[in-house]
C-alpha cells in the first residue's frame, strides 16, 4: 500500500519568500505530525493533528509557521518570509491515532532559503 | 522538560555486535522507541519498550531500564546496509494528549569491511 507522501522532495527559495510543504498521510491514519531535521540534529517536533481536535502546535519555533489539515487527511505546512535558518527537512508523519505510537514518515522536504 | 543523550557516532566490523546506548529524562514516562535511519531517506521504526528488559526482533534486540532511564539497541551479525543513525525517542509526558515524539540526536553507526 501508499505510505506517506510529501511534495516536493526539495525546495530552493529565496530569503523572505513564502513556502508551503504538502503531506499525504497514509490513508486511514488519523494522526499526523511534521517535525524538521537539521543537518546534524535529531528530529524536532513542530506540530500535531489528531482527528478533528485542535492541533498541538507547541513545537512551532514562530509566527511564521503554520499548518493546516483539510477534511482529516492532507495538510500543508506554511513558512512565511523564509529565513535562511529555516533550512531544513520537513518531515511528515502519520499513525493510527492516539494509543498507537508507531509513526510512518514520509520522505521528507529538503528546504534550502538562500 | 526531556533530555535525550545517544553518542554521536559510532564504528563496528562486518559481522560483530554492536550496543547503542540511550539515556533519557522525562517528567513522565511512556515507552521509548528506537527509528533507523539510512542517509537521505526517512526513518522507519525499529522498537517499542515500555516495560524493562530486553526484548529480540531477529538481529535486532532492544533493552530497557526504567529504573536507570536507559536503553540500548543491540544489533547482531553487523551488514554493510546497517549502516545508518540510530534514533532514541521518548513521547514527552505520560497520559500526554498527543502523540509526539522527542528524539535525540541520533547516533551515526559505520560499519566497516
Known amino acids: 500500500g501508499a505510505g506517506v507522501s510529501q511534495s516536493p522532495s526539495n525546495k530552493v527559495t529565496e530569503k523572505g519568500k513564502d513556502v508551503e510543504l504538502r503531506c499525504d498521510p497514509i490513508s486511514g491514519h488519523t494522526a499526523l505530525y511534521w517535525y524538521r531535521q537539521s543537518l546534524g540534529q535529531g528530529l524536532e517536533f513542530l506540530i500535531y493533528?489528531?482527528?478533528?481536535?485542535?492541533?498541538?502546535k507547541s513545537g512551532l519555533p514562530s509566527d511564521r509557521f503554520s499548518a493546516e489539515r483539510t477534511g482529516g487527511s492532507v495538510s500543508t505546512l506554511t513558512i512565511q518570509r523564509t529565513q535562511q535558518e529555516d533550512s531544513a527537512v520537513y518531515l511528515c508523519a502519520s499513525s493510527l491515532g492516539q494509543g498507537s505510537y508507531e509513526q510512518y514518515f514520509g520522505p521528507g522536504t529538503r528546504l534550502t532559503v538562500t | 522538560g526531556q533530555n535525550i543523550d545517544q553518542p554521536t557516532e559510532m564504528t563496528a566490523t562486518e559481522g560483530a555486535i554492536v550496543q547503542i546506548n540511550c539515556t533519557y529524562q522525562?517528567?513522565?514516562?511512556?515507552?521509548l522507541f528506537w527509528y533507523q535511519q539510512h542517509a537521505g531517506e526517512a526513518p522507519t521504526f525499529l522498537s517499542y519498550?515500555?516495560?524493562?528488559g530486553l526484548e529480540e526482533k531477529g538481529r535486532f534486540s532492544s533493552f530497557l531500564s526504567r529504573s536507570k532511564g536507559y536503553s540500548y539497541l543491540l544489533l547482531k551479525e553487523l551488514q554493510m546496509k546497517d549502516s545508518a543513525s540510530y534514533l532514541c525517542?521518548?513521547?514527552?509526558?505520560?497520559?500526554?494528549?498527543?502523540?509526539?515524539?522527542?528524539f535525540g540526536t541520533g547516533t551515526l553507526l559505520a560499519v566497516q569491511p
Open positions: 519498550n515500555v516495560l524493562d
Open positions: 522525562t517528567s513522565g514516562f511512556n515507552g
Open positions: 525517542a521518548v513521547p514527552p509526558e505520560y497520559g500526554g494528549a498527543t502523540n509526539k515524539l522527542i
Open positions: 493533528f489528531q482527528g478533528n481536535s485542535a492541533p498541538d
